[in-house]
């Protein structure tokens, strides 16, 4: 069945960068657009979508909020999407997911906050990141 595994997560400093990443792995081959995004929940919270690509084009799209620090790219040879944070703050403490399904518009900015989590039929366990001051 379709996996997703996330890793790279870890307890930092404020300042600090982290780059995690999801590997993918038995998702259908299919001509149809697919997108990966991820997502991060803090303790007592709700799951929003912060990030995605598509794996079609590398096209991506960012929350505003995280833009200057966070970066999502993909090594689309090996099926692995990163999400590189820098400059990490005490808010961005939170259990990180990934997931993944087909996108036949693509990305927009529907793949951004509390919404997207329904745009995804495939979902990672999670890492955790946690940055103290």
């Known amino acids: 069945q379709v996996q997703l595994v996330e890793s790279g997560g870890g307890s930092v400093q404020a300042g600090e960068s982290l780059r995690l990443s999801c590997a993918l792995s038995?998702?259908?081959?299919?001509?149809?657009?697919?997108?990966m995004g991820w997502f991060r929940q803090a303790p007592g919270k709700e799951r929003v979508g912060i990030a995605a690509?598509?794996?079609?084009?590398?096209?991506?799209i960012l929350d505003d909020s995280l833009k200057g620090r966070f970066t999502v790219s993909q090594d689309k040879a090996k099926n692995i999407m990163y999400l590189q944070m820098n400059s990490l703050k005490p808010e961005d403490t939170a259990t990180y997911y990934c997931?993944?399904?087909?996108?036949?518009?693509?990305?927009?900015?529907?793949?951004?906050?509390?919404?997207?989590?329904?745009?995804?039929?495939?979902w990672g366990k999670g890492t955790q990141v946690t940055v103290s001051s």
């Open positions: 038995n998702y259908p081959r299919t001509r149809t657009e697919q997108c």
């Open positions: 997931a993944t399904d087909a996108c036949p518009g693509g990305v927009g900015s529907w793949y951004i906050g509390i919404g997207a989590v329904a745009l995804y039929a495939y």
């Open positions: 690509i598509s794996t079609k084009d590398g096209s991506t």
